[in-house]
């Protein structure tokens, strides 16, 4: 589940601090090799994290940033642990980061904003803490300073080797590059366009005045008809490539845009056909050595962040490390079985833990039911038809079309129902045993009995971590929103999630006086509060239930 979750702005943080506690360490991509000094740091990651959840939540508010925080720590980590990559690779070859730069740099952007209260308090509303944000600034001078760098030592080549560059590309910098001055004349309908064109074709109108008073571009019409210098992309192709086909001073057209139709005077171009053309344009070159810059870059990186992994340093992301690992459902099944005794008996574990464990289960507890269900089914055709097991594939498909036969066939229905059974079992069991193997009816039982546990296990962990979170976070409304999915007949778990539910809705109207947008929801709460089993709740939930009875009852009949 490597790198699934997508990261904004991720920015790489300072080896130098000596405050905040470290969370991974760089490896080897085998990880035989640790490189203690290049490691990451809690407060630069936490301070990414927010800048991270803030691009979120702005392209998706509904992001579930309680659930994901664990894997999103670690996706970020992935990616922050690749600069410390380059870093490696700068100090390899002789070029060391200026430290006291860094920290200037760091300390002027806090105190840039850290300064002012009330931006002060803006920026602590997203990161939470000073050291959060303060770790984020780091962050940004840090990689700047790796880039910056980078692109330097990258820089190092000859004239000979950028023209090679651009020759070798050159089809693809003349499309970037080849220009056109142009002023054009837009109308409605092609006709117009012709008696337009005629009449500057004779003299009876400049072209300037007759985009002037006719153009129904409004923007160029006021200037004359004048677009100015434009590339491909810029404007409508087929107009692009005409002009750059014609000579500066024609007049073409009527040609089809987008815009109508087009009467376009060619004022100049700019077509490069050599390398040298194009790098004796200074503004042009310093683009082309920047591509150049780009492209060594680009494929020097992969090969070698390729020799290079992380490890989790910090305990409250090892469930979550694991998990972004696993590569296939029996990779994430092992996962789970790990920390599951853990989850069960430990009472002392961090936050994130249980949130892993949580999003483990989810994952896995569907094709666990489904694989117990299918063992279920595959020992009731081994205790029923235990001939069945030894047959052959050949054998199956021969008994399968025999009792296909007598069923269609024959006129007794005692036989008609027996053979379709039969019909049925063999064909479960050659799905079955496609599926997971041939197994004698010992194994099957075995397998089935695993599963069967696994299944209650994974159910008794999945509501100890929620109720575990719960402990901690007891507003969280997706927290028991969770908890009331798993125990949804628990009426303790059911009016704590309702009672959760009506303190949000209270909260919106008590801000808006709304009572209108709200009123269904109340009634379902009512509703709902209404049919718990009363018995079964312990006194004080009892009480609240029937203060709430009371406040909503208040609410809907004013």
């Known amino acids: 589940m490597k790198k699934l979750l997508v990261v904004f702005g991720i920015l790489v943080v300072l080896s130098v601090s000596i405050f905040s506690e470290s969370v991974a360490y760089l490896t080897s991509q085998d990880g035989e090799q640790i490189h203690e000094s290049y490691f990451l740091e809690l407060d630069q990651l936490m301070g990414e994290y927010h800048n991270t959840l803030l691009?979120?939540?702005?392209?998706?508010?509904?992001?579930?940033?309680?659930?994901?925080?664990?894997?999103?720590?670690?996706?970020?980590?992935?990616?922050?642990?690749?600069?410390?990559?380059?870093?490696?690779?700068?100090?390899?070859?002789?070029?060391?980061?200026?430290?006291?730069?860094?920290?200037?740099?760091t300390d002027q952007m806090y105190s840039q904003y850290m300064g002012n209260e009330s931006t002060k308090q803006i920026f602590l509303m997203f990161f939470e803490k000073e050291e959060y944000f303060r770790g984020f600034v780091s962050s940004l001078v840090y990689r700047n300073e790796v880039i910056n760098e980078l692109r330097n030592y990258f820089s190092n080549f000859s004239e000979v080797e950028l023209s090679t560059y651009v020759s070798d590309n050159l089809e693809n910098f003349k499309n970037e590059f080849d220009t056109v001055k142009i002023s054009r004349i837009v109308t409605v309908d092609e006709s117009t366009a012709n008696n337009l064109k005629s009449e500057i074709l004779q003299n009876n109108i400049s072209f300037t005045d007759a985009a002037s008073k006719n153009s129904v571009d409004a923007q160029t019409a006021s200037v004359g008809g004048l677009v100015g210098w434009v590339?491909?992309?810029?404007?409508?192709?087929?107009?692009?490539?005409?002009?750059?086909?014609?000579?500066?001073?024609?007049?073409?057209?009527?040609?089809?845009?987008?815009?109508?139709?087009?009467?376009?005077?060619?004022?100049?171009k700019k077509i490069y056909e050599t390398a040298d053309e194009l790098l004796a344009d200074e503004d042009i070159k310093s683009q082309l050595t920047a591509s150049y810059v780009d492209y060594q870059i680009n494929n020097w990186y992969g090969p070698y962040i390729s020799n290079y992994d992380f490890v989790i340093s910090y305990e409250p992301l090892d469930i979550a490390y694991d998990i972004y690992y696993a590569q296939s459902f029996e990779d994430l099944a092992n996962v789970e079985k790990k920390y599951r005794e853990a989850i069960l008996n430990d009472n002392e574990l961090p936050e994130e833990w249980y949130v892993s464990y949580i999003f483990t289960v989810e994952n896995l507890l569907p094709m666990k039911i489904s694989q117990k269900n299918d063992f279920e089914s595959y020992l009731n055709i081994a205790q029923s038809y235990p001939e069945f097991l030894g047959y052959s594939n050949d054998e199956i498909n021969n008994q399968i079309e025999y009792y296909t036969q007598i069923k269609d066939t024959t006129e007794s229905t005692d036989l008609r129902n027996e053979a379709s059974q039969k019909e049925f079992a063999l064909r479960e069991i050659a799905y079955l045993q496609g599926t997971y193997g041939v197994f004698t009816e010992p194994e099957i039982q075995s397998k089935y009995n695993e599963l069967t546990n696994d299944v209650e296990q994974m159910n008794v962990a999945l509501e100890n971590s929620l109720v575990a979170l719960r402990e901690v976070n007891p507003d969280s409304i997706e927290i028991i929103g969770r908890l009331y999915q798993v125990k949804p007949d628990d009426p303790n778990v059911?009016?704590?999630?309702?009672?959760?539910?009506?303190?949000y809705i209270l909260e919106y109207?008590?801000?808006?006086?709304?009572?209108?947008?709200?009123?269904?929801?109340?009634?379902?709460?009512?509703?709902?509060?209404?049919?718990?089993?009363?018995?079964?709740?312990?006194?004080?939930?009892?009480?609240?239930r029937q203060q709430i009875l009371e406040n909503i009852d208040l609410l809907l009949n004013q």
Do not use: C, H, W
């Open 55 to 105: 691009n979120m939540l702005s392209q998706n508010p509904q992001y579930d940033q309680y659930f994901n925080k664990p894997l999103d720590l670690i996706s970020i980590t992935d990616v922050l642990m690749e600069y410390k990559a380059m870093e490696k690779f700068l100090n390899d070859n002789g070029i060391t980061l200026d430290a006291t730069k860094i920290s200037q740099e």
């Open 231 to 268: 590339k491909r992309g810029d404007i409508s192709e087929n107009i692009f490539e005409a002009s750059l086909s014609s000579t500066p001073g024609e007049i073409i057209g009527p040609l089809s845009s987008p815009l109508g139709y087009e009467i376009v005077r060619v004022e100049d």
């Open 509 to 544: 109207y008590n801000s808006t006086g709304d009572i209108e947008s709200v009123r269904q929801d109340l009634e379902t709460i009512k509703g709902t509060l209404d049919s718990l089993n009363t018995e079964s709740l312990d006194e004080e939930r009892s009480n609240q």
């Open 494 to 503: 059911a009016f704590d999630y309702y009672a959760t539910v009506y303190s």
